[in-house]
């Protein structure tokens, strides 16, 4: 009842509520990959090719969720590197078009510096001029000056109005006289001509200066905006690149994901034809299987009678039997035990007629008690290589054990004694993996091993 109810809950495990119940696809991915490791022990006896479709049909059920969940990761992956490339594509296009305009802001700045830098050295040309023609004017009504002011005699300025003469003299001196006045006066006013356009000269020199210096800060500012656009575009097409070879393998993992997807479809629509199919063969293997253990039951049967009989006629009281009267054939964990245990496949009750060993491919199996072989060699029933000894009469009966799905027989009759090689475990047969199955038969009748061991 122990091993019916442990089949029961790996089977109610298989029900689509569990799975409905899981909190994400990975917890449900963890249950069935248990569960479909159990399968291996609940299809034990059942026909290779049906076991391994509903296996395979089993596998691409649980890993449809996570496939469509990473389609869907891949897909919203895919979507959001295509948003993305948009947005660095955009930014790239913003960032060239701002380094495009810090250049030409400042190619214009270097033109405009350009222009005033000549307009501040024709300034300071023009300046020179002035101060030059300034000196010389100045130089000239300073010595004016200083012939009006200074100079003594009749030949004077004032001399020549005032000195004696014939009154023709006079008339001439007072015309050079007032010649050298003319020109003195237009000396001044040429002069201050000349001052005021010292003092203009100037100011437009200061004036063209300030402008130079401030287009000197314009122009590294305007430099340094450049640069920094210059950078800013760099980046941005970096990312773009990055950008666009993130969207181009998010594209390729979506369309991975899809056709993992769609190919997992494909194989569960396969399985589900096979495992309809090999469904369908199942039952003629069942009745082969049957008919088998009732011809083994009936040879049994048949020789407990005569055992009996035997027993009789020899008048003896049976030899006290230990309750561990068999030995182990093999050691290994027990996978699966004796009793009832439900059918995935076939939506049933069935019963598991003795123990399963999980022991490696080629291990020595060893007869557990002494005995006759009574059949050794394949059986189509699912058994694969099978051997068959009866130990005699026990406890009032007929003591049988079965060693099977051997991968090689080397006792095939006679007599054996307990602990005598009988052949190598395997996964003949209808078997899921390398194991021994043991059986136990009192007057053809399978029962627990474990009440003989």
Not at 111 to 124: F, G, N
Not at 344 to 358: N, S, V, Y
Request: aromatic share 4%; net charge positive.
């Amino acid at each position: 009842m122990t091993a019916a109810g442990a089949a029961l809950a790996c089977t109610l495990s298989l029900g689509p509520a569990l799975a409905a119940r899981a909190d994400d696809v990975q917890d449900q991915k963890r249950q069935a990959d248990r569960r479909i490791s159990a399968l291996g022990q609940q299809l034990e006896g059942t026909n290779t090719r049906l076991a391994g479709a509903y296996v395979n049909l089993e596998r691409t059920k649980a890993a449809l969720p996570g496939a469509r969940q990473r389609l869907a990761g891949a897909q919203a992956t895919a979507g959001r590197a295509v948003a993305a490339q948009a947005r660095a594509e955009d930014t790239e296009r913003r960032a060239l078009a701002a380094e495009a305009r810090a250049r030409a802001h400042n190619e214009q700045v270097a033109q405009r510096l350009a222009v005033a830098k000549a307009d501040e050295a024709r300034a300071r040309e023009r300046l020179g001029r002035t101060q030059e023609q300034l000196r010389a004017s100045q130089d000239a009504l300073d010595a004016y000056a200083a012939e009006v002011f200074q100079s003594g005699g009749d030949e004077s300025p004032l001399g020549l109005v005032f000195g004696t003469g014939s009154p023709q003299d006079l008339a001439d001196r007072v015309v050079m006289a007032d010649t050298a006045s003319n020109v003195a006066g237009d000396t001044v006013d040429r002069l201050a001509t000349i001052r005021a356009d010292d003092i203009s000269a100037r100011a437009y020199l200061t004036s063209v200066r300030g402008e130079v210096a401030e287009l000197k800060r314009q122009a590294e500012t305007a430099l340094q905006n450049a640069t920094a656009a210059a950078s800013a575009a760099t980046r941005a097409k970096e990312q773009a690149i990055v950008a666009r070879q993130n969207a181009e393998t998010a594209r390729a993992n979506a369309a991975s994901a899809k056709t993992h997807l769609d190919r997992l479809k494909s194989e569960q629509t396969a399985y589900a034809r096979d495992l309809r199919a090999q469904q369908a063969n199942e039952q003629a293997d069942l009745a082969a299987a049957r008919a088998e253990a009732a011809r083994l039951n009936a040879i049994l049967v048949e020789r407990a009678r005569l055992a009996r009989l035997a027993e009789q006629r020899r008048n003896a009281p049976p030899a006290a039997t230990p309750s561990n009267y068999l030995s182990h054939p093999a050691n290994g964990p027990t996978t699966s035990g004796f009793g009832m245990r439900w059918h995935p496949i076939l939506k049933k009750w069935m019963l598991h007629d003795g123990l399963d060993w999980a022991v490696a491919c080629g291990t020595p199996v060893y007869a557990a008690a002494p005995g006759q072989v009574i059949r050794a060699g394949w059986r189509p029933s699912g058994w694969g290589n099978q051997v068959v000894i009866d130990h005699g009469m026990h406890r009032g009966v007929d003591l049988v054990t079965t060693y099977n799905h051997l991968s090689r027989i080397v006792k095939w009759g006679g007599h054996v004694n307990r602990g005598q090689l009988v052949g190598y475990s395997g996964t003949t047969g209808y078997s899921t993996g390398c194991h021994l199955h043991f059986g136990v038969y009192e007057d053809g009748t399978p029962v627990d091993p474990y009440r003989w061991l």
